[in-house]
C-alpha cells in the first residue's frame, strides 16, 4: 500500500523531484519560516504547566503539523503539474476555440463508445524543465487512459512553447497499442500528419487529423468490444455488472477494483458523473487513493484486533498459556507488535497527507468531477516525440 | 491444540505486523520491474543488426564506428542479470556498464548518420530512429521504475520495526542503477572552436 501514491506520482522521478524541491531555497526559506513559528509555539507551551503527558500529547501534534507543514510544501514543485482530468481535450495552452474543443471531444468520447479505446489530447504552454516526453509520463501514469489489461489508451501531448530542445510533439501510446500504434507510426503522425498543419498555425485541423490517424491505426488492432456496444445486453469482460451504470456502456469490470482504476466514463450518464466527482472529493480519485485510505485502516485495525484477542486476553487471564509466557519474551512481542502498528499507522498517515495535498495541489481537489476517467491502463514510455 | 492454533495466529500476526509480507510484495515487485528493464534493453539490442546494415548501405566506410556498436552490442547482450543475481551490486555495475558502452556506441552513430542526408532521408532508417528513440526512453522510464521499486523495498528493509524482520530474514538492502559515468558528468566539457 506504500507504493501506491508514488506510482501515481511518475515513478522513480517521484523521489528525486521531491529531493528537488526540498533543496529549492525558497522553500526551504518558506518551510524555516513556517517551523520556525511552529517551534516558537512548542516554547511557550512548555512553559505552561502540565503532566508529562500532556506534553508529549501536544509534541506528537506538533510533530504531525510539521508532516502536514512538509508535505504541503513537496506538493509545490518546480515542475509542470499534471492537470485535472476532467475531459478528454484539455486545452491550458488556449489553442481551441470553445467549439473546436468541444467538437474534438465528441469525436474522442464516440470513438470511445464505439471501441473502448481512450484517446485524450493535453495541449500545455510548456513542459520546461522537463522534457515532453518525462512530462507526458508523469500525465499518463496519472490518468491511466486505456482500459485496465487491455491498455488501449493514447495520450497526445502538445507544448506549445517548448524550447526545440524538450520537443513540443508527443505521442505517448498505452502498452496495448504498440503493436499498431509503433514508434515509427507515431512520429509519422506528428511528422506528416500533424506538423504540417501547425506549421501554418492550423491547430484544430492538424489535431483533428492527428485523431483520425490514430484511431485509424487503432482500428487495425482487434480490441475486445466494450460492453453495451452491442446493445443494453452487455457482455461484461469484467464479470460484474455494475448495476444502473453498466447500461451507459464502458464500465468493465473496473468499478470493483475501487481503487485500481476509474471508471471509464461517458458523458451522458449522471450515474458515471456522481460516482467521478464523489471519488474526486475522496482524495487522488482515479488514481488509486481511495482504495489505499480502505486497505489503511483494515491493513493495520486486524493485526492489532488479532493482538488484543490472542495476546492482551491470554495474558490478562495469565498462567495458563505458558507457551506464550515461556522465555519471558510476552512484553517483547507487545512491544514489537505495538511499534510495527504504530509505524504502519504512522506512515499510513503520512502517506495519506501527502497524497491528498499533492493531489489537492494538482487540482484534483477542487476538480467539479468531468465525466472522464482513465479506465486503469498502463504506459511504458513508447511512443514519439516531435516537432512542426 | 489450542496452543498450536495460538502460536499459529501468533505467528501470523508476527510476521504481518513486522512487514513479512510487505517484503515478499516488495521483493516481487522489484523483480517484475527489473524484468522489464531487462525486457527494453533486449529490445534495443534487436533493433541493432537493422539499424547498422541500413546504415552500412550508405555510409559504408564509417566501420569504426559500425564496428564498435556490434562490438558493444555483443558484450552488452553477452551479461544477463537474472532477479536472482541482483542482490549483487557487482552483477549489476556489469550489467549497467555494458549497456552503458552500448548506449555510448549508439549515439555516435547517430551522429555519424547526421553527415549522410540521402541516410537521413531513407524510410527505414528514418523508422529505425524513432524505434530506437522510443526504446531509448521506454529503458529510461523502466529504470525509473525499477529505482522507485528498490527504493520502496531498502525503505521498509532499513526502517524500524521491519528492519529488524529483513535482519531475521536476511533481506538486504538492493543495489540500484547509479549515474553511469558520474566523474565525466561532473567535469565541464572543453568547447574548442579551433579544432577542425
Known amino acids: 500500500m506504500a507504493t501506491t501514491p508514488r506510482q501515481t506520482r511518475g515513478g522513480g522521478k517521484a523521489s528525486s523531484r521531491d529531493e528537488d524541491r ?41 510533530l504531525l503539523l510539521l508532516a502536514l507543514v512538509v508535505t504541503g510544501a513537496r506538493a509545490a514543485d518546480g515542475f509542470v503539474a499534471v492537470p485535472a482530468h476532467a475531459a478528454r481535450v484539455t486545452d491550458q495552452a488556449g489553442m481551441l476555440n470553445p467549439q473546436q474543443r468541444s467538437a474534438l471531444d465528441g469525436v474522442l468520447a464516440d470513438y470511445e463508445r464505439k471501441t473502448g479505446s481512450q484517446i485524450a489530447i493535453l495541449l500545455v504552454p510548456s513542459t520546461a524543465p522537463e522534457a515532453i516526453e518525462q512530462y507526458s509520463i508523469r500525465v499518463a501514469e496519472a490518468w491511466k487512459l486505456g482500459r485496465k489489461g487491455i491498455d488501449d489508451g493514447v495520450l497526445l ?47 484544430y485541423g492538424g489535431l483533428a487529423a492527428g485523431v483520425s490517424a490514430i484511431a485509424t491505426l487503432l482500428d487495425k488492432e482487434h480490441f475486445p468490444a466494450p460492453p453495451g456496444a452491442q446493445g443494453s445486453a452487455a457482455p461484461t469482460d469484467g464479470g460484474i455488472a455494475s448495476g444502473s451504470a453498466s447500461a451507459s456502456g464502458g464500465v468493465a469490470g473496473m468499478a470493483q477494483t475501487a481503487g485500481a482504476g476509474g471508471i471509464p ?22 488514481a488509486g487513493g481511495s482504495g489505499d485510505g480502505g486497505g489503511w485502516s483494515a491493513g493495520w485495525l486486524f493485526p492489532l484486533l488479532l493482538f488484543g484477542v490472542f495476546v492482551v486476553l491470554p495474558m490478562l487471564r495469565g498462567g495458563s498459556r505458558r507457551g506464550l509466557r515461556r522465555g519471558g519474551w510476552g ?58 | 491444540m489450542r496452543n498450536f492454533l495460538a502460536m499459529s495466529v501468533l505467528a501470523t500476526v508476527l510476521l504481518s505486523g513486522c ?58 547482450t553477452s551479461v544477463q542479470v537474472t532477479p536472482e543475481v541482483l542482490n549483487n551490486p557487482g552483477a549489476l555495475q556489469k550489467f549497467q556498464q ?31 530512429q524513432s524505434q530506437l528513440e522510443g526504446t531509448e526512453n521506454r529503458i529510461t522510464v523502466a529504470r525509473q521504475r525499477y529505482i522507485a521499486s528498490v527504493q520502496d523495498f531498502n525503505v521498509l528493509a532499513r526502517r524500524f520495526p521491519t528492519n529488524l524482520t529483513a535482519k531475521m530474514f536476511g533481506y538486504d538492502v538492493k543495489p540500484s542503477f547509479t549515474v553511469e559515468n558520474e566523474k565525466s558528468i561532473s567535469t565541464a566539457p572543453t568547447v574548442d572552436f579551433n579544432k577542425k
Open chain 1, 22 to 62: 526540498l533543496s529549492d531555497p525558497l522553500i526551504d526559506r518558506d518551510l524555516a519560516r513556517r517551523t520556525g513559528g511552529l517551534a516558537e509555539h512548542a516554547r511557550r507551551w512548555s512553559i505552561l504547566p502540565g503532566s508529562p503527558w500532556l506534553r508529549v500529547v501536544i509534541g506528537v501534534a506538533i
Open chain 1, 157 to 203: 501531448v502538445v507544448a506549445k512553447d517548448n524550447p526545440s530542445s524538450l520537443r513540443r510533439l508527443r505521442i505517448e501510446a498505452g502498452r496495448g497499442v504498440q503493436g499498431t500504434l509503433t514508434d515509427a507510426q507515431s512520429k509519422r503522425v506528428l511528422q506528416d500528419v500533424i506538423a504540417p498543419h501547425f506549421r501554418q498555425g492550423d491547430f
Open chain 1, 265 to 286: 466514463g461517458n458523458e451522458g450518464s449522471n450515474a458515471t458523473q456522481n460516482a467521478a466527482s464523489s471519488r474526486s472529493t475522496n482524495g487522488p480519485g482515479s
Open chain 1, 331 to 388: 512484553s517483547d512481542a507487545t512491544g514489537v507488535l505495538l511499534g510495527a502498528a504504530l509505524g504502519n499507522a504512522l506512515s499510513a498517515a503520512a502517506h495519506r497527507s501527502s497524497g491528498g495535498s499533492s493531489w489537492g495541489g494538482a487540482g484534483f481537489g477542487g476538480d467539479s468531477g468531468g465525466g472522464f476517467s482513465g479506465g486503469g491502463g498502463t504506459f511504458d514510455g513508447g511512443g514519439a516525440s516531435g516537432d512542426w
Open chain 2, 19 to 76: 512487514g513479512y509480507n510487505e517484503f515478499q510484495a516488495k521483493d516481487e515487485a522489484v523483480k517484475a520491474q527489473w524484468g522489464e528493464v531487462v525486457n527494453q534493453y533486449q529490445r534495443r539490442a534487436d533493433l541493432i543488426p537493422n539499424l547498422v546494415n541500413t546504415v552500412k548501405g550508405y555510409a559504408s566506410h564509417e566501420r569504426e564506428t559500425l564496428e564498435a556498436v556490434t562490438r558493444a552490442r555483443a558484450s552488452a
Open chain 2, 98 to 128: 555494458a549497456q552503458g558502452e552500448l548506449t555510448n556506441a549508439l549515439s555516435r552513430l547517430m551522429v555519424v548518420a547526421e553527415k549522410y542526408p540521402d541516410l537521413k532521408a531513407d524510410a527505414s532508417f528514418r523508422d529505425l
